[in-house]
């Protein structure tokens, strides 16, 4: 069957953008501006990595899939590749009808008036919806809930790269002039909630069953202090992070039918029935086993061996179940392994490690001295990630005063982290090399003060007197990486891609990788580790082999002397 996208319909097959390229060939328009068209279609088609022909002429489709294109990882300028979306979205508008990327009509008299009451960055995110509704005739007193469903679908035909997060910047900015400025149209707009709210408040269950939920969670944190716990109690996020699935799996099966009084206990809960029920919400709804749905099954068995007390029949068939749902899980996730292959390639590798210098570069030469000092403390982030390996929950809260140490006089700067803030509760030293020494150093002296007022001692400062919020920072360090070298990273993922840049130069050293990782046991780091370097022996096998091939091209290809088989062998 051919690769060429098919309509929703099943009927006939979707406009592609190689058929687009054809009707421009036929398009009433000057040459010069037909090339540039062509030229930007097939710049598109690269930076997808795909053929023309394969790819769907849709806007949402296409906006969908270059919101994570990174120009530069391709060697193209930011410049150009806002040029080549510019063009893009002239040519589609021969093919359906696609909202301009930015309204240049001015205000109406009625609209300039009410924004010069705005706040400037008010004003900057209703621009866009005021120059729509200037541009169709809609004053402030025609403005209704319907205008607000016609703009989204303006957002929706454009090439915008995130429509629905620009819809909500646009709506919680019209909420604010609502209340701030007089004679501004009070007209409710809600922002739609992409994560869909499934998961009901404790108050929709019995009582009994968050009594013994937090009866568990008392004993999971070791709170009776005269009761000798079996286990090494839990951190108080972790902690939390049960209680969520707990009352997480208990909506889930409330949203199959269960009647929520039926469930009066975490024993209810486990029970056969309502454990394959409440998993099979979770499965429908990501369509298919994934890591988070084995870790719940994981959890619920958990208490109904050590909470309930189940029967061992009972818990084998959890088991059972569980094994089904991540068949072989072990050690670095299938999605960890596919990323870490790009590592196998030098330029990857040269990008990801020369990263923080080019961002302080261009911190330094960054003409806003805030966007400068976030583009270097970014920097800063990254550096902290290849040399030190943190997690990142670590790495947000690391304090200057607390976890940046100074052993003597000398330039010598570690990152201590006593064993409380860790999640295995062992204790962290790295000392840093001087290269990164000089970069921290310059972030902390040149760019942090842009970002925090006098005594917040926090080395990545956020909003008020704390930290960066943990979830945002990884966010921001993600896309950054994403933009800069093309390479899908997350926070995380620094502690497998350098222990397999350590184990590739140096196989089999587990130790020192569980060491610098900061693994209890071994067993850990063999676990998701063991093998990791297998590509990089067999290219030094393969490169054994061709050397010696080599040698042997290289050698003069002289056959030895035959022996005369009457010959006695002694000198004549």
Known sequence: MSSRSISQEGCAPATSLADLLAILQTADLPERKRQDLASAIRTVARALGRLPEDIPADARILANRLKDVAPAALGISLGRWNNVRSLLRTALTFVQTISPGRNRNDLSLEWLELSTRLSRSDKIALSRLLRF???RGIGPAAVTAETFDEYREHLDRSLL?????????????????????????????????????????????????????????????????????????????????????????????????????????????????????????????????????????????????????????????????????????????QTNRTRLRSFDDRTNIGALLNLPAELMRQARRHRNPRRGAVRAQLAAAIEILLMAPIRMGNLAKLDIEQDLVRPGRGRALHIVISPEKVKNREPLEHPLPLDSIDLVERYIREFRPHLTAAGNTALFPGIGTGSKNQAF??????????????LRVHPHLFRHITAKLFLDANPGNYEVVRRTLGHRSIDTTNAFYTGLETAAAVRHFDETILRLRRQSSAAPHTRPKERNPNSSGRGK
């Open 133 to 135: 509704l200037s541009g």
């Open 161 to 333: 790269k995130r429509p629905s997060e620009t819809f909500a910047m646009t709506a919680r900015a019209w909420q604010r002039a609502a209340r701030a400025v007089e004679g501004w149209p009070q007209i409710a707009v809600s922002i739609p909630d992409r994560r869909r709210q499934w998961v009901f408040k404790w108050d929709r269950l019995p009582e009994s069953l968050y009594r013994d939920c937090r009866a568990w969670l008392d004993r999971l944190g070791g709170c009776d202090l005269l009761e000798d716990a079996p286990f090494r109690p839990v951190r108080p996020a972790t902690l939390a992070h049960r209680e969520w699935q707990i009352l997480a799996f208990a909506s889930a099966v409330m949203r199959m039918g269960r009647d929520p009084e039926t469930l009066t206990c975490l024993a209810d809960l486990v029970e056969m029935e309502t454990f394959k029920t409440g998993l099979r919400f979770f499965l429908e709804r990501e369509g298919g086993p994934t890591t988070a749905i084995a870790d719940l099954a994981s959890v619920l068995k958990a208490v109904a061996r050590h909470h309930v007390h189940a029967e061992p029949v009972h818990l084998d068939r959890m088991a059972g179940i569980i094994c089904r749902l991540a068949p072989g899980r072990v050690g670095l996730t």
């Open 473 to 486: 920072f990884g966010t921001q360090i993600s896309r950054t990486i994403r933009a800069y070298t093309g």
